[in-house]
C-alpha cells in the first residue's frame, strides 16, 4: 500500500510528524511556513480516516499509526528520522519508538498524550466521548486546551475542518484508544533525546502534567514552556515555535 502523506523541504535531517486527534497533515497553521526546508525535510502523514486518507479502512489505533509511519519511511527510504507528535501524535511517536528505536534520532512532543493513556472520567469522559457526534464538544474541547483565549472564528474553523476532515467512526475509535492504552513498559528507561513542549494556557497536557507522566519513563528528556500559547503552538505562536522545534532538532 502507498501512503499519501506531504513533504516540505529537502534537508539532510528526515523527520516524520504526526497529528493531533482533531488535526490532518495539512492541519499545521502558518508554523509551516517558518520550518527551514534546508536543513530538514518534514513527511506529513494523515492517520487512516482522515484528511487523504479518510477512505483507507482501519482499525483507528495508535499501533496502526506507528506501522504506517513506518511503512512511510520505508516508501521514501528514509533509514533513520526523528519524530514530532502533537497530542495524540505525540502517543503516536512514542509506539513508533516503541517498535523501531534504533531508527530514531530525536523525538519531540507537542502537547503530548503519554504513553500510559490519558484517563477522563465525569464531565470529561461526556466531553471528549460525545465530540464524535456533537461539533459543540469539539469547539468546547478546543476552546479549554487553548484556555478560553482564542476568538470564536479560529475556533470555528478549527471545528469545522475536524468535522469535514475526519470519519466519525475513525474519530471515536482513536479517542478510545489514545486515552486508554498503556505501551510505558516498551520505552521506559529510553535515553533518546525527548523535548517536550508545553503550553502555558494548556489547560489539559500542562508542564506538571508532563512532568509527572513523562519524565519517568524518559530520564533526560526536557520540557520547554511556550509563553503566551495553549495546546495549538503552530497556530498560538508559530514563529516562536518553529525556531524551538528547530533549534532542538539541530
Known amino acids: 500500500m502507498t501512503i499519501s502523506h506531504r513533504l516540505l523541504g529537502s534537508g539532510e535531517h528526515q523527520?516524520?510528524?504526526?497529528?493531533?486527534?482533531?488535526?490532518?497533515?495539512?492541519?499545521w497553521g502558518p508554523f509551516l511556513d517558518c520550518l527551514d526546508p534546508a536543513a530538514f525535510s518534514y513527511a506529513f502523514l494523515d492517520y487512516r480516516g482522515y484528511g487523504d486518507r479518510a477512505d483507507v479502512p482501519g482499525e483507528y489505533t495508535v499501533a496502526e499509526i506507528a506501522q504506517d509511519a513506518l511503512a512511510l519511511a520505508d516508501q521514501l527510504g528514509w533509514r533513520t528520522f526523528s519524530l514530532v507528535g502533537h497530542s495524540?501524535?505525540?502517543k503516536a511517536v512514542q509506539r513508533v519508538l516503541a517498535e523501531a528505536p534504533h531508527r530514531v534520532r530525536k523525538l519531540a512532543g507537542i502537547a503530548p498524550v503519554p504513553a500510559t493513556g490519558f484517563p477522563l472520567e465525569g464531565d470529561?469522559?461526556?466531553l471528549f466521548h460525545g465530540a464524535a457526534e456533537q461539533p459543540a464538544n469539539r469547539r468546547a474541547i478546543l476552546d479549554m486546551v487553548t484556555g478560553h483565549r482564542a476568538g470564536a472564528v479560529w475556533l470555528d474553523r478549527m471545528t469545522a475542518?475536524?468535522?469535514a476532515l475526519s470519519r466519525k467512526?475513525?474519530?471515536?475509535?482513536?479517542?478510545?484508544d489514545w486515552s486508554t492504552q498503556d505501551f510505558a513498559a516498551k520505552i521506559t528507561g529510553s535515553t533518546l533525546p525527548v523535548r517536550l513542549f508545553a503550553g502555558e494556557h494548556d489547560a489539559a497536557l500542562s508542564e506538571a502534567v508532563l512532568r509527572a507522566t513523562w519524565l519517568p519513563h524518559y530520564p533526560q528528556a526536557e520540557i520547554?514552556?511556550?509563553p503566551a500559547s495553549g495546546h495549538y503552538p503552530m497556530?498560538?505562536?508559530?514563529?516562536?515555535?518553529?525556531?524551538?522545534?528547530e533549534a532542538f532538532l539541530r
Open 15 to 27: 523527520v516524520i510528524v504526526l497529528h493531533d486527534w482533531f488535526g490532518t497533515s495539512a492541519g
Open 88 to 90: 495524540m501524535g505525540g
Open 124 to 126: 470529561a469522559y461526556d
Open 161 to 163: 475542518q475536524s468535522v
Open 169 to 176: 467512526e475513525a474519530f471515536a475509535a482513536y479517542l478510545t
Open 224 to 226: 520547554e514552556v511556550l
Open 235 to 245: 497556530y498560538e505562536v508559530p514563529v516562536a515555535f518553529a525556531a524551538a522545534l
